[in-house]
């Protein structure tokens, strides 16, 4: 059992990725993590896999563009446990396209996800922390599509976070409550599923013959891709790790931003 024993954290998007790789890092440390996702049985997956890890997990099952849902997951995390210590807000979605063309029920999507969900996440842990005094932290994934010179719509809904999760910053220095802004830069998981041609591309120019089922590459697969590209693609524990250090931190300190880049540029697709 690690070092974080007695605290309580929640990890929105933790049926899969990033957001599975994070409970896992902070299930071994010893803190009691709540799962939140749409898809019932990869969040067993994910509780099966924390405890096997030696920690303690609930699911959550949630659409959480039902913002009540979200305020509910909270509550239920401080109902079972007393406390919040961390919330992630993880849960994210992408699609690409080009803005003449966009698809106002995809764009609608993403401001849901990755920006009002993620507000009224942090907007009830801080109220959830204040309650039981906890020195916290919020942590909000971000992307390093926010850096591109045309980041589209899924990286206008990023940059919006990265504000909101600022202003957050700001607001909370007298709070015992520090807010982390996490950028990931290319990492091996799913969230390209609704452009499946991503990942099969990268596959293809490492070498790697991959097929999705139902839209999905399985963990095995993108592991396998991964650890192909070397350091021209992250694995989801890379952010998983950059998260435990920045939680773990003297709560005296800000680490408000930690960028989580591969070394290399992911190849060309073919
Ligand atoms: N992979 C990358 O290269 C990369 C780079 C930069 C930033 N990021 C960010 O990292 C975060 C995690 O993404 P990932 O790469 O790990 O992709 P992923 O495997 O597709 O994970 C996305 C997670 O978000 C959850 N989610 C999506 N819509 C939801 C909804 N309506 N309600 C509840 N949960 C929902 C999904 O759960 P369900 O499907 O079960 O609902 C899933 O667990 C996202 O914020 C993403 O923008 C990823």
């Keep these: 059992m690690g070092t974080s024993t007695g605290r309580t954290a929640i990890v929105t998007g933790a049926s899969s990725g990033i957001g599975r790789a994070i409970a896992l890092r902070l299930g071994a440390a010893g803190i009691q993590v709540f799962v939140a996702g749409r898809r019932a049985a990869a ?14 997990a609930t699911a959550v099952a949630a659409d959480l563009r039902d913002l009540s849902a979200i305020e509910r997951l909270v509550d239920r995390a401080t109902a079972d446990t007393g406390r919040l210590d961390v919330m992630v807000n993880n849960a994210g979605v992408s699609y690409r396209g080009t803005l003449a063309d966009g698809d106002l029920d995809q ?18 842990a801080v109220r959830a922390m204040r309650a039981c005094g906890a020195e916290g932290h919020i942590v909000n994934i971000s992307s390093s599509a926010t850096r591109l010179e045309s980041p589209g719509f899924y ?14 910053r700001r607001e909370l220095e007298n709070d015992t409550i520090r ?12 969230l390209a599923r609704h452009h499946p041609e991503v990942v099969l591309g990268l596959a293809t120019a490492v ?3 991959i097929e999705p089922t139902d839209g999905l590459f399985t963990d095995r697969a993108l592991e ?25 931190q003297p709560i005296q300190l800000n680490i408000s931003e930690i960028t989580v880049q591969p070394a290399r540029r992911p190849p060309a697709r073919s």
């Design 107 to 124: 764009w609608r999507e993403m401001l849901e996800i990755n920006v009002l969900a993620m507000a009224v996440g942090s907007r009830a």
């Design 224 to 248: 396998q891709v991964a650890n192909a590209a070397g350091p021209a693609l992250a694995h989801p524990d890379d952010v998983a790790r950059a998260v435990l250090f920045a939680i773990t």
């Design 43 to 56: 969040l067993a997956d994910t509780v099966a896999a924390v405890v096997a890890g030696g920690g303690t």
């Design 179 to 190: 807010v982390v802004n996490i950028v990931p830069g290319a990492t091996a998981t799913n």
């Design 155 to 168: 990286g206008a809904t990023k940059t919006a976070a990265d504000a909101i999760t600022a202003s957050l």
């Design 207 to 209: 070498g790697q013959d």
